[in-house]
């Protein structure tokens, strides 16, 4: 068992090769950090609902459970020495009830404030970063309140809950609002959200923050291209100033330290026209954005986030290489597959998941390039996601 201390919150001062960690969690973000933990000699327990789930195909063993199963997760901090999780939804309460069998370097101060998200653009903004306007809405009368000061267009999304695009729905114009209305008035209610005005930006970013509670080191900038609310293709580097870059960087680490981020942190970012950067959200946990690190990074962001829980000192991460990453949905399983014998410099990550479904993650591909710009274009000439080119 590592050595614990109150004055660390519960982190570990050090984790040695051979101790246990166990994930609550067990998709592709799980099955990523239980490989990083292998490779540096840790054992692995996964909690998941889906018996051989992506997770448990690479780790020692597997409690087969509801997330939010009390039991399960004593059970699994019982089994391990340190616990994290792949995922926001995780029932903190739960988590808090096992910290004094299993330590939880990442606390849960960070999961409860990204599960909601007022809380979440409260700490944003407190700890001196830009967000959208924004304003607390939990009926009607609030709602048109926040309309009055925001006007249209703007985003209505529940303080918790949803993940791309789900539990959110731009509102246009008064149209709009009265679906919302319609929604109430068939016993829909009206369930506590925020209401959102819209960032007239250039594209849309993210950075990586990583830290052991102490230490912390960013990763690169990097560029988004979302389809369909759904992250479609990365680009790393961004193409940015010197400003954005310094800005990017700067807020990430001042966020790590409000914080005292033990593990890997993502921030996703508006950047507009005039060099400004906007946080948009906040994900406590490596990130889809991220994946290009593992071909194109000294250190990737699940390493950096299994150094971090673990207590291990944190290096700076390099960027070896230029990079795109794709991401692989259902219906781009076949013809990506039908593709990978022609280019061979795809490296092609597959999730592993049972059940190929329309828009679902089931793998990523990484190019490392000197020309991101051309490799795009290439990307895109294969005609493996002609289904989701932007409509003119």
Request: charged share 25%.
């Amino acid at each position: 068992m590592p050595s614990l201390s109150e004055e660390t919150n519960g982190r570990v001062s050090m984790l040695m090769p051979g101790s246990t960690i166990g994930i609550i969690g067990g998709g592709q973000l799980g099955r990523m950090m239980a490989l990083s933990a292998r490779y540096m000699g840790f054992k692995v327990g996964v909690l998941d609902p889906t018996p051989n789930c992506p997770t448990a195909q690479v780790a020692d063993f597997q409690i087969t459970a509801e997330y939010d199963d009390k039991t399960a997760i004593h059970d699994l901090a019982v089994q391990s020495d340190v616990l994290t999780y792949e995922f926001e939804n995780v029932d903190a309460d739960a988590i808090d009830e096992v910290r004094g069998i299993a330590a939880a370097p990442q606390g849960t101060d960070l999961l409860r404030v990204t599960q909601h998200r007022v809380h979440e653009k409260q700490f944003i903004n407190d700890h001196g970063t830009a967000t959208a306007p924004w304003r607390a809405v939990n009926n009607f009368d609030e709602l048109d309140a926040a309309l009055d000061e925001i006007h249209y267009p703007a985003v209505l999304k529940t303080v918790s809950g949803g993940y791309d695009g789900h539990g959110q729905m731009v509102l246009r114009s008064d149209a709009d609002l009265e679906k919302i209305r319609a929604r109430g008035d068939r016993g829909g209610g009206f369930p506590p959200s925020i209401l959102e005005g819209f960032v007239d930006f250039a594209f849309e970013a993210s950075i990586l923050v990583s830290g052991n509670g102490k230490d912390f080191v960013t990763f690169p900038i990097v560029r988004n291209e979302h389809r369909n609310n759904i992250l479609h293709m990365t680009i790393a580097p961004a193409k940015v100033s010197e400003h954005v870059a310094r800005e990017a960087h700067e807020l990430a680490i001042r966020l790590a330290k409000g914080f005292e981020l033990a593990g890997t942190l993502a921030i996703e970012l508006f950047i507009t026209k005039d060099d400004q950067v906007i946080v948009n959200e906040l994900a406590p946990r490596p990130h889809n954005s991220g994946h290009y690190t593992i071909e194109a990074c000294s250190m990737d962001q699940f390493d950096a986030h299994i150094r971090g829980i673990a207590g291990w000192p944190m290096p700076e991460p390099k960027l070896l290489s230029p990079a795109v990453m794709v991401n692989v949905l259902g219906q781009h399983v076949e013809p990506t597959r039908a593709l990978i014998a022609s280019h061979p410099e795809w490296n092609v990550h597959d999730y592993g998941k049972a059940e190929v479904r329309h828009d679902r993650k089931m793998g990523h591909i990484t190019v490392l390039t000197d020309d991101p710009e051309r490799t795009v274009a290439d990307l895109e000439a294969t005609g493996c996601w002609n289904d989701l080119k932007k409509k003119a």
